[in-house]
T-cell receptor
Framework: GQQLNQSPQSMFIQEGEDVSMNCTSSSIFNTWLWYKQEPGEGPVLLIALYKAGELTSNGRLTAQFGITRKDSFLNISASIPSDVGIYFCAGQANNNDMRFGAGTRLTVKP | KAGVTQTPRYLIKTRGQQVTLSCSPISGHRSVSWYQQTPGQGLQFLFEYFSETQRNKGNFPGRFSGRQFSNSRSEMNVSTLELGDSALYLC???????????FGSGTRLTVV
């Protein structure tokens, strides 16, 4: 089940704006992952983070693994209409259990 | 390299029936996990199989079961379907523990 607190639940933004979302947990994770899911499809991996403090970019996307290992954020710069979807964070603990956040639903208005 | 393939994509069943969903992982991936996704509950973990053995199980009733074959393909079965079982069922494969998932497109099950 979900043990990650992901916020915000939803965002309505104008094309061109930057977006920020985050996940927090009471548990420590070894790996943080960010996925994007589009309607009718399964989640697709965007960024994987393996080390506390790690900052990784994938095009307009940037994600960071929090120093405490209990949080992560994802930023999207200069949003475009195709950024629409649900973004999920996932954390993987020592026992390799994967936990997912509830998702952030992003809507981008042209 | 082919991705994770789930069949069928869509399914409509009647309450009380049973259903079997199939998942073919990426070639070489030995771990297959199943999730149920509903708008209200998000991604809920069902079970994980590795080398034909169930390694982890989520908090779902015994009506939900699964298995994995020697070629790593996996099936999940839901018996005595209830309306609340309507959901998108996602399968994800990985090389093994500690390695991130690749998801399939899911099977959307509607129980009427």
């Amino acid at each position: 089940g979900q043990q990650l607190n992901q916020s915000p639940q939803s965002m309505f933004i104008q094309e061109g704006e930057d977006v920020s979302m985050n996940c927090t947990s009471s548990s420590i994770f070894n790996t943080w992952l960010w996925y994007k899911q589009e309607p009718g499809e399964g989640p697709v991996l965007l960024i994987a983070l393996y080390k506390a403090g790690e900052l990784t970019s994938n095009g307009r996307l940037t994600a960071q693994f929090g120093i405490t290992r209990k949080d992560s954020f994802l930023n999207i710069s200069a949003s475009i209409p195709s950024d629409v979807g649900i973004y999920f964070c996932a954390g993987q603990a020592n026992n390799n259990d994967m936990r997912f956040g509830a998702g952030t639903r992003l809507t981008v208005k042209p | 390299k082919a991705g994770v393939t789930q069949t069928p994509r869509y399914l409509i069943k009647t309450r009380g029936q049973q259903v079997t969903l199939s998942c073919s992982p990426i070639s070489g991936h030995r771990s297959v996990s199943w999730y149920q996704q509903t708008p209200g509950q998000g991604l809920q973990f069902l079970f994980e199989y590795f080398s034909e053995t169930q390694r982890n199980k989520g908090n779902f009733p015994g009506r939900f079961s699964g298995r994995q074959f020697s070629n790593s393909r996996s099936e999940m079965n839901v018996s005595t379907l209830e309306l609340g079982d309507s959901a998108l069922y996602l399968c994800a494969s990985s090389l093994g523990q500690g390695i991130f998932y690749t998801f399939g497109s899911g099977t959307r099950l509607t129980v009427v």
